[in-house]
């Protein structure tokens, strides 16, 4: 074989390994930036439902594994029933309504926290963008790594309190880190924004995580009791047969979907969402 054939061979070789290890590094680097957030990591998380027992039905056997990680958990709730029931009407400032009782005690059951009612009415007409920005004083005051809600993209979600939220929720968890919005504080810009290290979504049908809560579907279960005016027994069979469909093809006996998203997936990126 002659020398230059040599040469080039070795070239090519060296070049192919080359291309090689640089495709390696950006697969690496694509895997980190696609991959969805690590939720066990976090420090302090608030689960935002549009509706009083939302979080538990789609989501507490993630609070309750949160939980039991060490990590601070916190629930606002958006609205509740204080203008649906003629006898609270005038005094909705006043009194603990039935379903803000409930989901007290399921909060307390749980052991998380209590961020609020923001106190708009079931079905309410308010704009996405009042209930966002309720959401983002909130986000501003507890400082969550994460914050979580339903699913607003759900292909067959009718209700529109839940597509309301989530996207009130997206826009909240976006605006909080923006330190002139919604206004100055006294001509200067303000010192509580809070940039959030991403945002999830329960009641999804684009889940990029699940979550075993194998060990904590007993206790999920029995904070969706709490709620007492809407846990009747057909609603806790059919949260317990979808938590089982969940779990085929893992080793876990339920599970919890969620759609995870990195703080670059919030914005304009379009990146695949790895799952995990």
């Excluded at 980190?32 to 027992?53: E, G, I, W």
């Excluded at 029933?81 to 039935?98: F, L």
């Excluded at 839940?162 to 002139?180: E, S, W």
Aim: with cysteine; net charge neutral; proline share 4%.
């Amino acid at each position: 074989m002659k020398v230059k054939e040599i040469i080039r061979k070795r070239n090519a070789s060296a070049k192919f390994v080359a291309t090689k290890a640089v495709v390696s590094k950006v697969t690496a680097a694509a895997d980190l930036l696609c991959a969805p957030p690590d939720l066990s990591k976090a420090k302090r998380v608030l689960f935002v439902q549009p509706h009083p027992d939302d979080n538990q039905i789609g989501a507490g056997g993630t609070m309750a594994w949160l939980k039991s990680l060490g990590v601070e958990v916190y629930e606002l709730t958006v609205t509740d029933d204080r203008y649906a029931e003629p006898e609270y009407i005038g005094k909705e400032n006043n009194v603990q309504t039935i379903r803000q009782k409930e989901a007290l005690a399921a909060q307390k059951f749980l052991g998380v926290k209590n961020a609020g009612f923001l106190g708009f009415a079931d079905k309410n007409d308010n704009s996405e963008r009042e209930i966002s920005l309720k959401v983002m004083e909130v986000i501003r005051q507890i400082k969550p790594d994460y914050v979580i809600t339903a699913d607003p993209t759900l292909e067959t979600e009718c209700h529109s309190d839940h597509i309301k939220v989530g996207n009130a929720v997206k826009y909240a968890a976006m605006d909080a880190q923006c330190n002139f919005y919604p206004e100055f504080i006294d001509g200067k810009l303000r010192d509580d924004a809070w940039k959030v290290k991403g945002v999830g979504f329960y009641y999804t049908d684009k889940p990029n995580t699940i979550i075993d809560i194998t060990d904590f579907e007993e206790i999920k279960m029995q904070s969706i009791k709490c709620h007492k005016s809407q846990a009747e027994p057909a609603l806790l069979a059919a949260i317990m047969l979808q938590q089982q469909m969940f779990a085929e093809g893992t080793e876990f006996k339920a599970a919890e979907p969620l759609r995870l998203l990195n703080g670059l997936q919030m914005h304009c990126f379009n990146l695949p969402v790895i799952s995990k």
